[in-house]
């Protein structure tokens, strides 16, 4: 490949990239990841009290999870921004993603579940699928998304000690909220920014 090859290429790769960024943004995502920050974040850090303070079985751990996947999907046909009720390829990959974490998460569970070992390893495991959900994020979307990934992949290790498992969960509430607020407002940031431009430009 020659210079002018390479950077045509480069080019398009910068337009792929900034073509991602616009649907995000004009998709509304911005204000759907706050969202998520806080319904996603309380029920990881609900686990602790409601289902771990009461040992109960690997499977009780699902329930709280699955309230919040339902409350998220909510969430997402209310505030979504489509056009004319169309997803879009940015919407199939996003779900693609989390639909992939989701049965790896349920798949863990019940390996735990059948081969008898602890229900706090659910802590890390969620931990681990987390990481390489966000690692995804951060292939397909934006490079930020590593550092969550990063965050998730130390955590998990950090709260198989013993001394941290009591609050493995809220550090796992905690680190999902970081995790969807930072981009939620940059972008939510973004999509007011240009609402403002286009408004002074209809005015000019």
């Given at each position: 490949m020659d210079k002018?090859?390479?950077?045509?290429?480069?080019?398009?790769?910068?337009?792929?990239?900034?073509?991602?960024?616009?649907?995000?943004?004009?998709?509304?995502?911005?204000?759907?990841?706050?969202?998520?920050?806080?319904?996603?974040g309380a029920a990881f850090a609900s686990?602790?009290?409601?289902?771990?303070?009461?040992?109960?079985?690997?499977?009780?751990?699902?329930?709280?999870?699955?309230?919040v996947a339902a409350v998220n999907l909510v969430v997402v046909t209310l505030l979504m921004n489509r056009e004319r009720g169309v997803r879009s390829f940015i919407e199939w990959q996003i779900h693609g993603i989390w639909t992939t974490f989701i049965v790896f998460s349920l798949a863990g569970a019940a390996v735990l579940h059948v081969g008898g070992a602890s229900p706090m390893l659910f802590g890390?495991?969620?931990?681990?699928?987390?990481?390489?959900?966000?690692?995804?994020?951060?292939?397909?979307?934006?490079?930020?998304?590593?550092?969550?990934?990063?965050?998730?992949?130390a955590l998990a290790v950090a709260i198989a000690?013993?001394?941290?498992?009591?609050?493995?969960?809220?550090?796992?509430?905690?680190?999902?909220?970081?995790?969807?607020?930072?981009?939620?407002a940059i972008m939510f940031r973004e999509k007011r920014r240009r609402q403002i431009e286009q408004r002074e430009t209809k005015i000019l």
């Open positions: 002018q090859q390479a950077e045509k290429a480069l080019g398009i790769i910068r337009q792929v990239i900034e073509n991602t960024r616009e649907d995000l943004v004009a998709h509304n995502w911005g204000t759907i990841w706050l969202v998520h920050a806080f319904t996603n686990i602790g009290p409601l289902v771990e303070a009461h040992k109960l079985a690997v499977y009780w751990y699902l329930v709280p999870l699955a309230v890390p495991l969620m931990a681990v699928t987390s990481g390489i959900g966000f690692a995804m994020m951060g292939v397909v979307f934006y490079q930020s998304f590593f550092t969550a990934a990063a965050v998730f992949l000690m013993p001394q941290v498992a009591p609050f493995q969960w809220y550090l796992i509430g905690l680190a999902w909220w970081g995790a969807m607020f930072v981009p939620g």
